[in-house]
């Protein structure tokens, strides 16, 4: 019984350590200045010089995928029409975890108005 008890209270502490560093992340998020705005983002991702591009045409629109890998980072973005177009979605993260994402059909942001994005990806951008 004894045991149990012990897994169980290492257990509960892990938990709130890890909760612990979340929270605090998220709170630098919003403690922080607006910075870039998703607009912003796009074009830094669209005119990169190692972006990789894929265009295609569907029922007479163009939709271009363009990828850039710094790091450990990823970064995607999908547009519809001309260079950075609309903006369809937008996703930055690591194989571990998201540091960013948008998408158009979900979010009601508005693209030009600077955002708090994660201190890491403020860091590449700048």
Do not use: C, W
Request: hydrophobic share 40%; no cysteine; aromatic share 6%.
């Amino acid at each position: 019984m004894n045991d149990l008890l012990k897994k169980i209270v290492t257990n509960v502490k892990a938990a709130l350590d890890q909760t612990s560093y979340a929270v605090k992340d998220k709170v630098d998020i919003l403690l922080q200045k607006p910075t870039l705005s998703i607009e912003d983002l796009a074009v830094f991702i669209a005119t990169h010089p190692e972006a990789s591009f894929k265009t295609r045409e569907l029922l007479g629109l163009r939709f271009t995928t363009y990828e850039v890998k710094m790091g450990r980072l990823t970064m995607k973005l999908d547009t519809k029409g001309g260079t950075v177009g609309n903006i369809l979605e937008l996703h930055v993260g690591s194989p571990e975890e998201t540091l960013f994402q948008f998408h158009s059909y979900k979010n009601n942001k508005a693209t030009d108005k600077p955002l708090r994005l994660p201190h890491e990806l403020n860091e590449l951008v700048q």
